[in-house]
């Protein structure tokens, strides 16, 4: 794939200077214990310090609504107390990080995906709400909301992933691979939500191809900042944040994405020198999102922290600390 093209001009990279692993992990845990909910801080214990996995599972709780779905603006950009499937993907993310994406609780909500769907078997954005819950801008609200791969791609993927055997997953499946095979043009987001399905699919050898070709495009498109030193020649997408792109490992989270063969291993260097070197003076990584709401913008930032931190740790930028691999806990 990378090597299917002819190689870009060179132009020099500012030189990086990171702090050593362990002190970027010791920086990024001052700031998690200033800035961060709970949840998050639970987390960066669970996966950084060697804390268990049920006091994780406590804290998300606290988000889960009585009809099985997850609201109380657990992800960020969407406040109040409703059920909504942007909260969904958060929390299967969550689960999946603890290795446990099973039982009761996934039945429950498999039943209220099925509920909030739209006529295709999909996920929308959003659900529509009443008045006073409040969304980002750039997840406009309708009366009869489509479906969005954006939403349903990284839900199917871990719940497959996960070996989860639900009648939702039928035709939610059928309309990811009809979005995925049938993309055209995109932008960065559902590109990486696409390849969130793609890494779950039990289906490898039609994900694999339906990845290469999708790569094709990123790069074809510019929706991937395969450069970091050339930010300039990647204008972001319509519609988002100046500053608002993504970059190789943004895609590729870990080595084993099939994203992963979209790049060489420079441009995977170069981007995770970039992440890497994103690190903040307080510890923290930045985000490039457009602020909208006090809440949204402070809560977001240790998610980030967070994100970059595994994914630097997957990648052997950090060290493995005193944590251990998650166990499957006991069904709720």
Known sequence: MPGDEAPPPVHPVPPVH???????LARAERFIWLTARVLEQRRFAFHFL??????????????????????????????????????????????D????????R?????????????????????????????????????????????????????????????????????????????????HPYEVQSAVAFLDGVPDRPRAAAAAD?????????GLVVLDPGRRAEYPPAPGYAPAEQLFPHDFARGPGSLARGWF??????????FLAAQQQPDGGW??????????????????????????LRAYGRLPDGAATSPAPGPPR
Do not use: K
């Open 18 to 24: 990171p702090a050593p692993p362990q002190d970027r």
């Open 50 to 95: 060697g804390a268990g996995a049920d006091p994780v599972d406590a804290a998300l709780g606290a988000y889960l609504g009585d009809d099985g779905g997850y609201g109380h603006a657990l992800d960020p950009d969407l406040r109040g107390p409703l059920s909504q499937p942007l909260h969904t993907a958060h929390a299967l993310r969550v689960l």
């Open 97 to 104: 990080g603890l290795g446990r994406c099973g039982g009761q």
């Open 106 to 186: 996934i039945e429950r909500l498999c039943g209220h995906l099925t509920r909030v769907s739209t006529a295709d078997g999909a996920l929308p954005t959003l659900v529509p709400a009443p008045r006073g819950h409040l969304a980002a801008p750039y997840h406009p609200a309708y009366d009869d909301p489509p479906g969005e791969l954006l939403a349903t791609g990284p839900v199917v993927g871990v719940l497959h992933r996960n070996r989860v055997w639900h009648a939702w997953l039928f035709r939610a499946t059928d309309f990811c691979w009809d979005r995925v095979e049938g993309m055209r043009q995109s």
């Open 213 to 221: 070709r999708l790569g094709r495009l990123a790069r074809e498109r």
């Open 264 to 273: 060489t291993d420079e441009e995977v260097r170069r981007s995770l020198d």
């Open 286 to 311: 930045p985000v490039y999102r457009r602020e909208w709401a006090p809440g949204s913008s402070l809560e977001r930032r240790p998610i980030a922290t967070l994100e970059a931190l595994l994914t």
